[in-house]
């Protein structure tokens, strides 16, 4: 069973990172693993650009900081398998962060995507850059010894290291391998980079193969006897301490699963919206789940917020169709165009155009801007959370220069949605 949308990848013409992610769905599928069995961490860098296209609960976070957000899910729940994808650069950048879970034997599968310079922008030369090679940052030729990372890794104490390039045709077997390696095991795999690299230096495929062959470290090392870290830390620390739950003050006459996406631009506070939804439905007695997903640019373009609310635990994080899509501003329209015939019910701020089929439009006369889209979802989710659970989230968790504003946008957009 596939696992990524391997049609959908977007990487330049013969980059290497296609191979692999081919040979890690493949991979997947050998050591048998479904869509909630295993997360995906994705780091800053060429390949995290196509975690979008995998089947699997997926996080992106800062450059370098993979391994500890990893390592943090892996604490979390010992039961799923955990892997990271990371380029060399930022396995650099996060040096230390793949030193102390490979010394600590903790249970993720890191595969590195190692094409030798930082590809996304713009080639610079990173750790493991070969001596003498060409980078934009090293036109002369680099003068630093490069990093090797499967050594580094097996040095610092990790149960299962490889070497391989990008076009090896047992890569898909050793990757199942190392998911199910029970502790810390990173692959470190070499590829060609066309946008950069490979205009700067005279290496194809075939003459990266000889050069990974011919470098100590090529293959595989396992090594045995050393527990898997976060298996072994509850036996260690005893009983873990319960969380508290968060005091039930409100009832909400939900009784199913609710999807909601909001749908604005930089800038109008989305994310803030969606969060103090999410807070109120908790102190209304449900469980709920948040995702923010945004451009790469700052202060412009697109901001989408997704919330699940539902009166039993959450299983599947996806919303896929909403049951309510609130549009806030023309970049919210457009961006949640795929969504609209598809979504139960609409609201979409009353002076944007086209309307999708069937959107009601909803005028707040008096709102500002950075608070229009709380306005809107407030009134979207009137009928599953009160308004004394919105205005408890607002006066606990609201930003402090903003609570005034917040109140009255919650009034506001339940005042609209009884009118």
């Given at each position: 069973?596939?696992?990524?949308?391997?049609?959908?990848?977007?990487?330049?013409?013969?980059?290497?990172?296609?191979?692999?992610?081919?040979?890690?769905?493949?991979?997947?599928?050998?050591?048998?693993?479904g869509?909630?069995?295993?997360?995906?961490?994705?780091?800053?860098?060429?390949?995290?650009?196509?975690?979008?296209?995998?089947?699997?609960?997926?996080?992106?976070?800062?450059?370098?900081?993979?391994?500890?957000?990893?390592t943090?899910?892996?604490?979390a729940?010992?039961?799923?398998?955990?892997?990271?994808?990371?380029?060399?650069?930022?396995?650099?950048?996060?040096g230390?962060?793949?030193?102390?879970?490979?010394?600590?034997?903790?249970?993720?599968?890191?595969?590195v995507?190692?094409?030798?310079?930082?590809g996304m922008?713009?080639?610079?030369?990173?750790?493991?850059?070969p001596?003498?090679a060409?980078?934009?940052?090293?036109?002369?030729?680099?003068?630093?010894?490069?990093?090797?990372?499967?050594?580094?890794?097996?040095?610092?104490?990790?149960?299962?290291?490889?070497?391989?390039?990008a076009?090896?045709?047992?890569?898909?077997?050793?990757?199942?391998?190392?998911?199910?390696?029970?502790?810390f095991a990173?692959l470190?795999?070499?590829?060609?980079c066309?946008?950069?690299?490979?205009?700067?230096?005279?290496?194809?495929?075939?003459?990266?193969?000889d050069?990974?062959?011919?470098?100590?470290?090529?293959?595989?090392?396992?090594?045995?006897?050393?527990?898997e870290?976060?298996?072994?830390?509850?036996?260690?620390?005893?009983?873990a301490?319960r969380?508290?739950a968060?005091?039930?003050?409100?009832r909400?006459?939900?009784d199913?699963?609710?999807?909601?996406?909001?749908?604005?631009?930089a800038?109008?506070?989305?994310?803030?919206?969606?969060?103090?939804?999410?807070?109120?439905?908790?102190?209304?007695g449900?469980?709920?789940?948040?995702?923010?997903?945004?451009?790469?640019?700052?202060?412009?373009g697109f901001?989408?917020a997704?919330?699940i609310?539902?009166?039993e635990?959450?299983?599947?994080?996806?919303?896929?169709?909403?049951?309510?899509?609130?549009?806030?501003?023309?970049?919210?329209?457009?961006?949640?165009?795929?969504?609209?015939?598809?979504?139960?019910?609409?609201?979409?701020?009353?002076?944007?155009?086209?309307?999708?089929?069937?959107?009601?439009?909803?005028?707040?006369?008096?709102?500002?801007?950075t608070?229009l889209?709380?306005a809107?979802?407030a009134?979207?989710?009137?009928?599953?959370?009160?308004?004394?659970?919105?205005?408890?989230?607002i006066?606990?968790?609201?930003?402090?220069?903003?609570?005034?504003?917040?109140?009255?946008?919650?009034?506001?957009?339940?005042?609209?949605?009884?009118?």
């Amino acid at each position: 069973m596939s696992l990524i949308r391997l049609e959908d990848l977007p990487f330049c013409p013969g980059c290497s990172h296609e191979a692999i992610f081919r040979a890690l769905d493949a991979g997947l599928d050998i050591a048998g693993l479904g869509s909630r069995d295993a997360v995906v961490v994705s780091d800053i860098g060429c390949q995290g650009i196509a975690d979008s296209r995998i089947d699997l609960s997926t996080f992106h976070g800062l450059h370098g900081r993979s391994i500890t957000y990893a390592t943090g899910i892996k604490l979390a729940r010992p039961d799923l398998r955990v892997i990271v994808l990371i380029g060399d650069g930022g396995c650099g950048i996060g040096g230390a962060h793949l030193i102390n879970a490979a010394r600590r034997n903790v249970g993720i599968c890191v595969l590195v995507f190692n094409n030798f310079n930082f590809g996304m922008t713009g080639g610079q030369h990173s750790v493991t850059t070969p001596t003498g090679a060409r980078t934009a940052t090293t036109p002369g030729g680099n003068i630093e010894r490069p990093f090797d990372l499967r050594l580094l890794a097996e040095a610092a104490g990790a149960g299962f290291t490889a070497r391989m390039i990008a076009s090896d045709p047992d890569l898909p077997e050793v990757i199942a391998r190392a998911i199910a390696h029970d502790g810390f095991a990173m692959l470190d795999v070499w590829g060609i980079c066309t946008a950069h690299y490979m205009k700067r230096n005279d290496l194809r495929m075939a003459g990266l193969a000889d050069l990974a062959r011919a470098t100590p470290g090529y293959g595989i090392t396992l090594r045995d006897g050393v527990p898997e870290y976060a298996s072994s830390l509850p036996r260690r620390r005893g009983d873990a301490p319960r969380l508290e739950a968060v005091p039930t003050k409100y009832r909400s006459p939900l009784d199913s699963r609710l999807g909601v996406v909001l749908a604005g631009s930089a800038g109008m506070k989305v994310g803030t919206a969606a969060s103090l939804v999410a807070r109120a439905g908790v102190l209304s007695g449900l469980y709920a789940a948040q995702k923010s997903v945004i451009p790469v640019t700052v202060m412009k373009g697109f901001s989408l917020a997704e919330i699940i609310l539902a009166p039993e635990p959450i299983e599947d994080l996806q919303v896929g169709a909403p049951d309510r899509l609130v549009i806030s501003s023309a970049d919210g329209l457009e961006k949640s165009r795929p969504l609209h015939g598809a979504a139960g019910r609409i609201t979409i701020e009353h002076s944007l155009e086209p309307r999708p089929p069937g959107a009601v439009p909803l005028r707040l006369d008096g709102v500002r801007r950075t608070e229009l889209t709380f306005a809107m979802a407030a009134s979207a989710v009137a009928d599953a959370v009160p308004q004394e659970a919105l205005v408890e989230a607002i006066e606990t968790w609201g930003p402090l220069e903003s609570r005034p504003r917040l109140l009255a946008a919650a009034e506001r957009g339940r005042a609209s949605r009884a009118s």
